[in-house]
């Protein structure tokens, strides 16, 4: 699976980004997938995931503002956030897993190149 994140940006504290993943080369539909984001000095953190189904799991400090969806028939996921915070800064990866969805970045098999949020105060 070939995945290619889209979408970042320099946005203001309290606004929105959208960012998309497209995903190629198997099955899109049988894959949990899953977003991350790593700030600079710090470990690589999850951020929702969203199995076949369509259940979803948020890491807790993005509840209420971030969401996450997919597209089966566009091959792509997304991920709505809103309310952004200078703390949201970060490169946001997305990730794909045959297996259920996961928070542990560990668990993945496949990985988007990254798309850089900036969020300025």
């Known amino acids: 699976v070939q995945l290619q994140a889209s979408g970042g940006g320099l946005v203001q504290a309290g606004g929105s980004l959208r960012l998309s993943c497209a995903a190629s080369?198997?099955?899109?539909?049988?894959?949990?997938m899953g977003w991350f984001r790593q700030a600079p000095g710090k470990e690589r953190e999850f951020v929702a995931a969203?199995?076949?189904?369509?259940?979803?799991y948020y890491a807790d400090s993005m509840k209420g503002r971030f969401t996450i969806s997919r597209d089966n028939a566009k091959n792509t996921v997304y991920l709505q956030m809103n309310s952004l915070k200078p703390e949201d800064t970060a490169v946001y990866y997305c990730a794909a897993v045959s297996g259920p969805a996961s928070r542990m970045s560990g668990r993945y098999d496949y990985w988007g190149q990254g798309t850089q949020v900036t969020v300025s105060s």
């Open positions: 969203i199995n076949w189904s369509s259940s979803t």
């Open positions: 080369g198997r099955t899109f539909s049988g894959y949990a």
